[in-house]
């Protein structure tokens, strides 16, 4: 394919990577102090390290997709350091990081995809 259309379609060397973060909380904290960790998170974490995320959550459990700020994808050390600053909070119960994927087409393993849907039968 040439590199045009592999520009146009973001892929080989054009291709953006991302990752998942998810957080819980530890059941002690208020919820108050869930909107502060919150905010926390994206100025030290995210913002810090020239990362940008999209997601969300309820009460203790938030997910997130971490992307660049930039074009281009987040590298190992900026995928690290989100993983040191959330293991280095106190009111972090758990965290996970996930595992780089392709940002505009979707995880290999699990594809987005819909199935293919039936027409109502108009009788």
């Known amino acids: 394919m040439r590199k ?3 520009k146009k379609r973001r892929l080989g060397e054009f291709r953006e990577n991302l990752f998942g973060a998810r957080y819980s909380l530890r ?14 998170f994206l100025e030290n974490a995210i913002e810090a ?7 969300g ?7 997130f997709y971490v992307s660049s700020a930039r074009r281009g994808s987040p590298t190992e050390a900026q995928r690290a ?12 119960e758990t965290y996970t990081l996930g595992d ?5 087409h979707g995880p290999e393993e699990a594809p ?6 039936q027409r109502a039968s108009s009788t």
Do not use: H, I, K, M
Request: charged share 25%.
């Open 4 to 6: 045009r259309l592999r």
């Open 27 to 40: 059941a002690a904290a208020p919820v108050e102090a869930g909107d502060e960790f919150l905010w926390r």
């Open 49 to 55: 390290n020239r990362l940008s995320c999209g997601g």
């Open 57 to 63: 959550g309820q009460g203790r459990v938030w997910e």
């Open 81 to 92: 350091a989100v993983g040191e600053w959330l293991g280095q909070q106190a009111e972090t």
């Open 100 to 104: 780089f994927f392709d940002g505009w």
């Open 112 to 117: 987005y995809r819909s199935a293919p849907r």
